[in-house]
């Protein structure tokens, strides 16, 4: 070996263990919500989403106005990799490696259909995940859930599509899969026991589709609709603290006491912040502010001390929504100038989740009854 070979070993041999540092193990019980929604016109023909109409207060409100994109797009923040594809796959390498360096361990990922452009970037994602050390499960969204029928048809998809991919999340006990229902509640709950209960006449109980399928906990009495749908347990997604029941975490020690007594799985949601005010202009009363990221370690340790058996994470990039843990950087446009994380650096948010994460250390099993992990401090 010449002189320059033997040196350069020499480095990677010392650099070994500074690169098992800066690689920490995600944490198996954390959960991203993660939106695969977005295009740009060169790969997808459109600013999907980026684009985006402002909201309606209710049938009432005649005006109509449209977010072109191109810099002026439909949030509060502006992303640091710009306006970005879903289906780049250097994007989502670079999504997948934000998400491992803050410890999230699974990606729940938006479900519009196989028919949605959305769809072009889940074996995408399924094949970073592999290469990051993440999973995927899927958060079935009401377009793709009209019914409870409807609901068991994208269940049964995607199991069918994307079940044998090694990124495809399955419980490490049971082997089944998980799947968020959003706004499940709209649906009756005897509807929803025909698909999930055991004795359904369309279940998948017992079914090479069978899995843990969560719904949406909003208000205070969503205790029958729970226990008489077959859901295997709730979320409560939403991060404008206090916009619903589920969403005030005052509630989530009940509410996990609740989950645990009758089996099931409860999954409280944290966030940064909320500001939806440029497609919902009429909402401002929901805005959260970020608070320098004392908004976010608040309901950090809120659903740590719930003993909670997985945390849920709002989210990684719902733009729309203000809610992104993903970079926002510093932008002005002549139609908007856009908020960002100062005096917080741009990253500050995925560093907080991993230091929020490491200290995250549920119960061994979903369902076994552990008492509450004690909060860390904050330095």
Not at 5 to 11: I, K, N, Y
Not at 223 to 238: L, V
Not at 246 to 254: K, L, Q, S, Y
Not at 351 to 378: D, I, M, Q
């Amino acid at each position: 070996m010449n002189p320059s070979a033997r040196l350069s070993a020499f480095v990677l041999l010392l650099c070994l263990p500074l690169l098992c540092i800066a690689a920490p193990p995600p944490n198996p019980r954390a959960i991203a919500f993660y939106y695969n929604w977005y295009g740009s016109p060169q790969l997808d023909g459109a600013p999907l989403h980026w684009a985006h109409d402002v909201l309606p207060q209710n049938d009432r409100d005649t005006v109509r106005k449209r977010i072109p994109a191109g810099g002026d797009i439909a949030a509060n923040f502006y992303p640091q990799l710009g306006e970005y594809s879903s289906a780049d796959p250097a994007t989502i390498d670079r999504h997948l490696a934000m998400a491992a360096s803050a410890r999230i361990g699974i990606l729940a990922v938006t479900w519009l259909g196989s028919d949605d452009p959305s769809f072009r970037s889940v074996p995408l994602l399924l094949d970073a995940a592999r290469r990051h050390g993440l999973k995927i499960c899927f958060q079935i969204e009401p377009r793709a859930r009209t019914t409870a029928l409807a609901a068991r048809d994208s269940i049964r998809e995607i199991v069918q599509r994307f079940g044998a991919h090694p990124a495809f999340y399955r419980d490490p006990r049971t082997r089944r899969p998980l799947f968020f229902v959003y706004d499940s509640y709209v649906i009756p709950a005897a509807d929803w026991a025909r698909v999930l209960a055991p004795g359904g006449a369309d279940t998948i109980r017992g079914s090479e589709h069978d899995a843990d399928v969560l719904g949406l906990w909003v208000g205070a009495d969503e205790h029958a609709f729970f226990e008489q749908s077959g859901f295997d347990g709730f979320y409560t997604y939403f991060a404008s603290r206090g916009f619903s029941y589920g969403a005030t975490p005052e509630h989530w020690p009940a509410l996990q006491r609740w989950a645990r007594e009758r089996g099931k799985l409860f999954v409280p949601s944290v966030g940064p912040g909320y500001i939806d005010t440029r497609v919902r202009p009429w909402n401002a009363k929901n805005s959260k502010d970020r608070d320098g990221g004392r908004y976010y370690d608040a309901m950090f340790r809120a659903a740590i001390d719930s003993g909670a058996p997985f945390i849920g994470i709002t989210s990684f990039n719902e733009w729309h929504e203000g809610t992104q843990i993903e970079p926002a950087t510093t932008f002005r446009h002549r139609a908007f100038d856009y908020l960002d994380y100062a005096p917080r650096a741009p990253d500050y948010y995925l560093k907080r989740t991993g230091y929020w994460l490491k200290r995250y250390k549920p119960a061994a099993t979903g369902r076994a009854s552990a008492p509450p992990a004690a909060t860390a401090a904050v330095p």
